[in-house]
């Protein structure tokens, strides 16, 4: 690898008023539905690709005005980098005899390339002109847009050495490999014109054989060659007609070509009988094949040769462990490669500093990433604490913390009952960090730009203890942790989450009740029932926390369900501490729900 598109910016497509982001040689977009993520795609597609034979009046972004803009702008910078993927001044002669006079330079000498594609209305012909040029500098982000192109600078045609690949979600390789339009039915099109003369003639030779052998093997053959040379009538009787189950020509394989799959040679079948996961799947490993072959090619032929791979959703029909799987062997991909994703289980996979986060805000779609520098131990915490145990944080529109396991399984119910909504269903997860090492959490959640609220004990030094976490990550991230973004509030002090229930918001009778549910564990005999009722209602105040404390895992389930239920119809305010409403209240704000 020895050039990147290192950042992409996009004005007026779809829902994408103005967006800069950036790309590393692996990125993985992820976000909820409609935050932009196909848009990105297809925009890359549009500048590099063949998007323009599809570009419509849809395509054009509607304000919040109601109107539809008049330009689509995408301006890509391309910069030289080393085998390391840092980029490095200067681009190499091959890339340079690519680029020719079109390379600009900073002030500090970096080298970049950087076009833009420009699509509007065509006034006079109808549909649109679509035109591409080569820009003098790369202007900040605040006045891109301004930027003027020099109609001098208009580049006719693509670069055959930068193809763009398109693996869309609804791919499936039986129908691919019929499309000549396809990239595998491009690929394949040209097969028969890699062999030499003399191996075209011994294999068509040897085909000629087979299909001989088959026709003369089956009577249903020879009665139907029969038949079909009478048609020899219609051409004064010099007509012929020639049977060939199998392709005549090498020139025709790809019209006949197929792929079987099974556990062995001797049990395979056609691609058209597997399901949509090993269709979606081998599809997807098909283009991968294809693209490194093309690779090796022109590395032999000491010719440049950056191919972009853009894939959408490639955990569409796999299983948890296929979509780890999958990923891997995307990303070993020769090029640059660009993935979106909903999948969990994909994106814990990838390293966190590859993931761009993409969200609408008021403002519009925003990108965010990891800005700050991040070590290697740092990455080895964030897997380890987060994206390998909590992948769903990564896709979470807002962000409870919470010290332990009853907070985590009680919460929820406690907001379902204040909101009249689930967490889950409003895209919020509420997530235990087991201990009071909220950091991580809040570090990556916030680089992200997932709006992110901590409900924390106030017994002992925890406050003191988190308050220097918090003044330390400002620190070492400059990240902001403003009240449009970051909350925290602590219970009352001496306090933690089980004795803010029980002595502070006055839940006794409703903990005594999932007590005695945990301990009888469901029984439906209601004398040991009544029994271990009798027992734990004796029990002081400082025995049930004790209780409480020690079955924390057991009984918080059954505390959450009890809540939900109410029996003794209580005033909502009066089932949850103020410390967790105060967390409602700012997580419904940043969500506008």
């Not at 032929?301 to 979509?323: G, K, S």
């Not at 009853?406 to 967490?423: D, I």
């Not at 997530?431 to 992110?452: D, E, M, Q």
């Amino acid at each position: 690898m020895n050039i990147l598109i290192d950042t992409v910016r996009i004005a007026g497509f779809r829902g994408i008023k103005n967006l800069e982001m950036s790309l590393s040689r692996v990125t993985v977009l992820i976000g909820t539905n409609n935050s932009g993520k196909t848009s990105v795609l297809k925009t890359l597609q549009l500048a590099l690709g063949d998007y323009s034979r599809y570009l419509s009046e849809e395509d054009f972004h509607i304000g919040f005005d109601d109107k539809r803009v008049q330009e689509i702008l995408i301006d890509i910078r391309i910069v030289p980098v080393g085998d390391d993927g840092v980029r490095k001044q200067l681009f190499d002669d091959e890339w340079v005899n690519v680029f020719e006079d079109k390379i600009r330079a900073e002030a500090n000498g970096d080298q970049f390339f950087a076009l833009r594609r420009r699509c509007k209305p065509d006034l006079i012909k109808g549909g649109f002109d679509t035109s591409r040029f080569t820009l003098e500098t790369w202007p900040s982000v605040e006045t891109w847009q301004a930027e003027k192109v020099k109609e001098g600078n208009k580049i006719t045609s693509r670069f055959s050495s930068m193809p763009f690949i398109s693996i869309e979600a609804q791919r499936d390789i039986h129908q691919e490999l019929k499309e000549k339009s396809s990239f595998v039915g491009k690929v394949l099109s040209s097969v028969g014109d890699n062999y030499n003369p003399d191996d075209v003639k011994k294999l068509e030779s040897l085909i000629k054989d087979v299909n001989e052998q088959a026709v003369k093997n089956s009577s249903e053959l020879q009665g139907l060659k029969t038949h079909l040379d009478n048609l020899n009538q219609s051409f004064q009787g010099s007509g012929s007609a020639e049977i060939t189950p199998f392709p005549k020509k090498i020139r025709d394989l790809s019209k006949h070509f197929s792929i079987h799959f099974g556990e062995n040679s001797g049990n395979s079948f056609s691609m058209e009988y597997h399901g949509m996961g090993t269709r979606s799947w081998a599809s997807m490993l098909t283009v991968k094949a294809f693209t490194n072959l093309m690779v090796e090619k022109h590395e032999k032929e000491v010719e440049p040769f950056f191919p972009i791979t853009a894939i959408e959703e490639p955990e569409a029909h796999l299983h948890p462990n296929a979509q780890k799987t999958i990923y891997h062997q995307l990303a070993e991909s020769k090029g640059q490669v660009i993935i979106s994703t909903h999948s969990p289980y994909l994106a814990s996979m990838t390293d966190i500093t590859y993931i761009r986060s993409l969200r609408r805000e008021s403002t519009g779609i925003v990108a965010n990433m990891l800005t700050h520098k991040v070590s290697g131990e740092d990455k080895k915490i964030l897997a380890r604490e987060i994206t390998i145990k909590r992948g769903e944080i990564l896709f979470s529109r807002a962000l409870v913390l919470c010290e332990g396991i009853t907070e985590e399984q009680v919460l929820p119910a406690m907001f379902e009952m204040y909101s009249g909504k689930s967490l889950y269903s409003l895209g919020i997860c509420c997530i235990s960090v087991g201990g009071k090492n909220y950091s991580p959490f809040v570090r990556l959640a916030c680089s992200l730009g997932i709006p992110t609220f901590i409900v924390s004990d106030n017994d002992g030094s925890t406050n003191r203890e988190i308050e220097a976490q918090l003044r330390r990550l400002k620190k070492d991230t400059n990240l902001a942790l403003g009240p449009n973004k970051f909350g925290i509030s602590y219970l009352t002090s001496g306090n933690d989450f089980e004795a803010e229930l029980l002595l502070q918001t006055g839940l006794k009778e409703e903990i005594i009740s999932a007590l005695v549910l945990s301990e009888t564990n469901g029984s439906e005999n209601p004398r040991y029932r009544a029994a271990k009722l009798k027992e734990i209602t004796a029990l002081t105040e400082q025995d049930l926390l004790l209780k409480m404390r020690e079955s924390k895992a057991a009984y918080a389930g059954f505390l959450a369900d009890v809540l939900r239920e109410n029996p003794n119809n209580k005033m909502v305010n009066a089932l949850v501490p103020t410390a967790v409403i105060d967390a409602f209240n700012a997580v419904k704000g940043w969500l506008a729900i």
